[in-house]
Structures are given as C-alpha cells and as structure tokens.
C-alpha cells in the first residue's frame, strides 16, 4: 500500500458563523489506497484549501466508514487566535498546541488522599492529605 496516496477532500454544510468567528463544515475525506489521513495532514490540506493558516484549522470527530475508503468528520477554521482561544474547548486547545495540559493526580489518588484526610483534625489534616511515603 502507498502512504502517500491519493487523497480526496470534500466539505458540506458550510457555515460562516459570525457569532463564534469561524467557518463550520462536514469534511469527507476519500483515501482509497491509505488505512486513513492524520488529523494534522487533514488541517494542512483544508488549511491550504481555504486560504489560512494550518494552526487556525481544527478538525475533529473523524470516523473511518466500514471497509475503509472513506472518513467523515467535523473541521472548523477560526477567523484569528483570539476567537479560537476563547471559542474550543480546552481539550482541543492542548492537540492544537495553543494551551498547557493540566496535569493532576489520577482520580483514584485524589479520593484517597481526600478520605486520608478526613480521619484527621487540625495541621495533621496537610499532613494526612499529602501522598503516602514510600517504604
């Protein structure tokens, strides 16, 4: 198989949104001779279709149809940083690169460390909520 295959792209339901500063689409990608197209290749093509800047497309939600072939997705370009900053969703942000991943303790570790520190009163309370030594 060809990595570098033919790819096809086609948008539908186009959408000029004014109130969120961006244009929303369907992107319909057909790669015939390819398992599927990354999201960043995906941005650069669009990117290029539309006349911006590859860091303002976002593309998101890609399904690849049963027996391959063919993949259906969501891809919206925002008008400037600013509005795509305050628009998209954090998780979204941290792929593109435009924001930090908040990094915390897993979950489990959290709710340990809280019920640690239930058991205790006063300073001890610090103390118990912090994480367990290692032996």
Do not use: W
Not at 12 to 32: G, S, W
Not at 97 to 108: E, T, Y
């Amino acid at each position: 198989m060809d990595p570098q295959g033919a790819v096809t792209i086609r948008t539908t339901q186009f959408i000029t949104n004014r109130l969120l500063n961006r244009r929303q689409f369907i992107v319909t990608v057909f790669h015939p001779t390819r398992a599927n197209i990354s999201r960043s290749e995906l941005g650069e093509k669009l990117a290029g279709l539309y006349k911006t800047e590859a860091a303002r497309v976002s593309v998101f939600g890609l399904k690849t149809k049963f027996g391959g072939g063919v993949s259906t997705g969501f891809g919206l370009i925002y008008d400037d940083e600013e509005s795509q900053k305050k628009f998209e969703p954090k998780h979204r942000l941290v792929r593109s690169g435009l924001a930090d991943k908040v990094v915390k303790a897993s979950r489990k570790l959290r709710k340990e460390r809280k019920n640690r520190s239930k058991k205790v009163r006063g300073k001890a309370k610090t103390k118990a909520g912090e994480p367990a030594k290692k032996k």
